[in-house]
């Protein structure tokens, strides 16, 4: 090891404190990462690379903090708060795991404040997922709990989604009185590639705002040589599982077995005009 390797681990023992060995349940989520060498991916200890000489002790530290305020998170019925002690991408696991016990323990509040913590959770959890490809099935069932749940809401002319689920209730309402919606999806993939990869399961997100659509088909243009396209379709209201405009792109998440969905047009970006 150089001199300047030396000081570089100097510098971080002194950053991470005193060393000591990694806990086990720890130790068996490291993995040996191509660009980043070791990574700890841990649900709740996510380290990108990870020194296991300099940074156990710090790791060690987190696993137990996280876990004591998950506990009081639990003893709190703060459904929130333990889906956002989990590191992002284990937060789908969380919302599932304890979404799950809240329904059968129904300890945590009543039914009705028990159904609105959960979807406001699943928003979240949604808003904040990339790769949600990764957790298909499940996401799938948890959106059509959530949807099941919006419409008895509003059958049932409730009031308390309302106010925390503005725009998911406005949606689902709004949907619920046009038998077909117009959607779009923008990305590099083509009508004919979309047939292709996804037939007969569709994507799950699009959008109603074709300028969104617009903007998610060139957002990696500068880096990747496809060109962008923008989809356009329409749907059963009756197969849209969600709405959330929670990101400002007036999000619907659609039941990708629909068998009413069908496609209009595809176009490449460049020959529409989106700024």
């Known amino acids: 090891m150089s001199v300047n390797e030396n000081v570089a681990l100097s510098d971080l023992q002194q950053m991470y404190g005193n060393n000591e ?3 086990k349940e720890l130790a068996d989520c490291l993995v040996e990462c191509s660009i980043f060498g070791t990574a700890l991916k841990h649900p709740l200890v996510y ?10 002790g710090s790791a060690n530290k987190a696993l ?3 876990k004591a305020m998950i506990d009081k998170a639990v003893k709190n019925e703060d459904l929130e708060t333990i889906i956002w002690l989990h590191e992002r991408p284990y937060r789908f696991n969380a919302l599932e795991r304890y979404s799950e016990e809240l329904f059968a323990v129904r300890s945590w509040g009543t039914l009705h404040e028990t159904q609105t913590m959960f979807i406001k959770a699943l928003v979240n959890a ?3 997922s990339e790769n949600v490809w990764q957790n298909f099935d499940g996401w799938v069932e948890q959106l059509q709990k959530a949807r099941a749940i919006l419409r008895t809401e509003i059958d049932a002319g409730h009031s308390l989604l309302r106010d925390v689920l503005e725009d998911c209730e406005e949606g689902v309402t709004k949907f619920g009185k046009r038998k077909r919606v117009t959607i779009y999806r923008g990305g590099d993939t083509c009508f004919d590639e979309l047939s292709e990869i996804h037939d007969p399961v569709l994507p799950l997100s699009w959008t109603t705002d074709e300028d969104r659509a617009g903007w998610f088909a060139k957002r990696f243009k500068e880096i990747r040589p496809q060109d962008g396209h923008v989809l356009c379709a329409d749907i059963d209201a009756e197969d849209i599982l969600f709405y959330t405009n929670a990101r400002n792109e007036a999000e619907v998440v659609i039941d990708p077995f629909s068998k009413t969905c069908r496609m209009l047009w595809h176009r490449e970006v460049d020959s529409l005009n989106f700024y």
């Open 21 to 23: 060995p990694l806990e």
């Open 64 to 66: 137990a903090q996280k």
């Open 47 to 56: 380290i990108m690379p990870f020194i296991e000489s300099v940074m156990s």
């Open 126 to 128: 949604w808003t904040d």
